[in-house]
């Protein structure tokens, strides 16, 4: 089966800019999890969408922001952009979104760079 | 809050080598942790995953445990390979997020 797919791969954006990053999850799967990933921070929690609900939020700036549509397709939004939101930032899809058997299954990330 | 910490954080090792990579967490109220591999600039595969009732869970040349009441997890890798260079995480599981480590940047000459 289809894996986890991210559109686009790579993105160069200026500040002040807006950008949009879409997640296709596993066919079936209906939660999908957002992460940044920074060489000096790691990867970090964005939010997580269930049935296109917001289910939780990490600890960044309300200029990102995302939604999930009935397709359980998710797009993440990041506006006003700044330099340092420049990261890879990478999908995640799970079945309901609780704990179980199969954990996460991540895509190949959006690289985002900002100039 | 929960905190993971990787220990080493990066480990340079002659091909055929046995090893180990270590995982700390700060709170063992967890529901599982997930170790996973990352080549440069790609996303992430999920090697093992270890439920928080597990002892220890095995695929191929890998093997992932777990002691929660001590907050620790260690991946070992039997007979290296340079195939294996990568970054290793470990990342433990509250309801719905993953909390992650540094990682591990393996490299394995051959």
């Known amino acids: 089966k289809a894996g986890v797919t991210q559109t686009p791969r790579y993105l160069i954006k200026t500040r002040g800019q807006q950008v949009t990053l879409s997640c296709s999850p596993i066919?079936?799967?209906?939660?999908v999890s957002w992460y940044q990933q920074t060489p000096g921070q790691g990867l970090q929690f964005l939010f997580e969408?269930?049935?296109?609900?917001?289910?939780n939020k990490g600890n960044f700036p309300g200029r990102f922001s995302g939604r999930q549509f009935s397709n359980s397709r998710s797009e993440m939004n990041v506006s006003t952009l700044e330099l340092g939101d420049s990261a890879l930032y990478l999908c995640?899809?799970?079945?309901?979104?609780?704990?179980?058997?199969?954990?996460?299954?991540f895509g190949s990330g959006t690289r985002l760079t900002v100039v | 809050k929960q905190e993971v910490t990787q220990i080493p954080a990066a480990l340079s090792v002659p091909e055929g080598e046995n090893l180990v990579l270590n995982c700390s967490f700060t709170?063992?109220?967890?529901?599982?942790l997930q170790w996973f591999r990352q080549d440069p600039g790609k996303g992430l595969t999920s090697l093992l995953l270890?439920?928080?009732?597990?002892r220890e869970q095995t695929s191929g040349r890998l093997n992932a445990s777990l002691d929660k009441s001590s907050g620790r997890s260690t991946l070992y890798i039997a007979a290296s390979q340079p195939g294996d260079s990568a970054t290793y995480l470990c990342?433990?599981?509250?309801?719905?997020?993953?909390?992650f480590g540094k990682g591990t940047m393996l490299l394995v000459s051959p």
């Open positions: 995640a899809s799970s079945l309901n979104g609780i704990p179980d058997n199969y954990g996460y299954t």
């Open positions: 066919s079936g799967h209906r939660s």
């Open positions: 969408y269930f049935s296109e609900t917001q289910r």
């Open positions: 709170d063992s109220a967890i529901y599982n």
């Open positions: 270890i439920q928080s009732s597990q």
């Open positions: 990342a433990v599981r509250g309801y719905s997020t993953l909390t």
